[in-house]
């Protein structure tokens, strides 16, 4: 099953009588809320998800975005008319993190058919595609979720991939490094991890995907290939998302860990790494 989707292929399949259900799932970390941009203007017939109330819980000892109440989670996706039987494709304002993590949840809860908009609104509008400022009010779904579709990695579990598989550290790379930590209280990585910026998952200098040969070729450089046990954690388990699905693009199966460095960092008497790659 494809898990990215054209915004040519999403235009088609919107004219379609029965089109897919489509979230706008806008999020900026540290930013502005995303529902003023969704009002806006959005994708015709999206509706707006919101990541921090209905996509994760409150920050706490868990990370920064832990894993949602599955009741908010269900409501809100049922809101949306999200069902078993119908696709899903789900978009951001272009980085893919915040839809990632959308496509993550209803696929981690068991929903089969799930894409991912490649370059999100920017490719949008890029290929022509229309803005809407109606809010539509969708029959409401179906979806119960069933959580274990897709692997899930705790802190220990996340420790475990880094020592006998390939544990990949979705950040900056100065903050793998530990020279600078601008969110979370402590600098560095977790044992183990080897640096794989989401930034180099898409075309320089745009916010569609490389290829899945190239994605595949940059995830093997790193170790990280279909028979390989690999996992992905970043600072809240949101840009590592998009590394899941950047994987599954490649062909590479992948292991969230969604409490990330901000769960990681939480207890202080898990062991910290700084510097460069591990030999």
Known sequence: MNVIITATELASELARSTPPVLLDVRYQLGGPPGRPEYTAGHVPGAVYADLDSELASPPGPAGRHPLPDLDVFAGAMRAAGVRADRPVVVYDGGQGWAAARAWWLLRWTGHPDVRVLDGGLAAWKASGGALSTEQPAPQ??????????????????????????????????????????????????????VSAPTTENVVEGDTVFRDAADLAKRFASL?????????????????????????????????????????????????????????
């Open 223 to 279: 170790g990280a290939t279909a028979d390989a046990e690999v996992g992905v954690y970043c600072g809240s388990g949101v840009s590592a998302a998009q590394q899941v699905l950047a994987l599954a693009v490649a062909g590479v199966p992948a292991a969230l860990y969604v409490g990330s460095w901000s769960e990681w960092t939480a207890d202080p008497s898990r062991p910290v790494a700084t510097g460069p790659q591990p030999g």
């Open 140 to 193: 409401a779904g179906d979806f119960t979720p069933l959580p274990g579709a897709l692997p899930l990695l705790t802190a220990d579990d996340a420790a475990a991939v880094a020592r006998r598989g390939v544990l990949l550290d979705a950040r900056a790379a100065e903050r793998y490094r530990g020279e600078v930590e601008p969110i979370d209280p402590v600098a560095g990585h977790i044992p183990g991890a």
